[in-house]
């Protein structure tokens, strides 16, 4: 059950940013405000269309204000398209949302946590910092003695018809995986170049 202030988060950003609130019950509760007697939105100004953008991706990853902000300074030594690229990288070579991206996690806010108990090793170190950031190259493993957990009950099953973002190449009888290519941007949902003008101003 999603709760009352993911739930006008939720209204506010739109679907994409909690996965609770990407469900056909959920377009249809947020629907029910926009009746013929509900009063019609103000046109949002450049700065408010930027600064909702920066909201979405603020929650979508469940990143601090300080954390972003960080994010956009380093896309922004790249120069042209790239900057959008480099943003995106940042944001995806997340320890947390790798483990969301490999199936293991139903949500980034999951994979957070679980990241924070110590159930994954990075090639052969044990890694709490949701924040670290994973390279091409590098293995994650669910750790020996994590295996066990009920969280990962059922896995095989779990990940059957899930399919895997293409720079990730996931095992799961080794119930581990490899960073095969840097994360390209595919992402609809969120205005990243949007974002970095935020930042910009």
Not at 27 to 54: D, N, T
Not at 92 to 99: A, F, G, K, Y
Not at 114 to 143: A, C, L, Q, W
Request: charge should be positive.
């Amino acid at each position: 059950m999603i709760s009352k202030p993911k739930f006008k988060i939720g209204r506010r950003l739109g679907a994409g940013v909690y996965d609770k609130c990407q469900t056909a019950k959920f377009s249809a509760s947020s629907g029910k405000f926009a009746g013929p007697g509900a009063r019609r939105p103000k046109a949002l100004s450049e700065y408010g269309a930027q600064l909702i953008e920066k909201q979405k991706v603020r929650f979508s990853y469940g990143i601090t204000e300080r954390q972003l902000s960080n994010y956009v300074k380093k896309a922004s030594l790249v120069k042209g398209s790239g900057a959008v690229e480099k943003f995106y990288e940042n944001l995806e070579t997340r320890l947390d949302n790798i483990v969301y991206r490999m199936g293991l996690a139903p949500s980034r806010r999951a994979a957070r946590q679980m990241v924070s108990h110590g159930h994954f090793i990075v090639n052969i170190h044990k890694v709490t910092i949701p924040s670290y950031e994973v390279k091409v190259g590098d293995i994650i493993k669910i750790r020996e003695g994590s295996k066990v957990k009920k969280i990962f009950d059922n896995l095989t099953e779990r990940l059957k018809d899930y399919n895997t973002p293409s720079w990730i190449l996931f095992n799961v009888s080794k119930m581990e995986g490899n960073i095969i290519a840097k994360p390209k941007n595919t992402e609809t949902f969120l205005d990243l170049n949007a974002v970095l003008e935020f930042y910009s101003r």
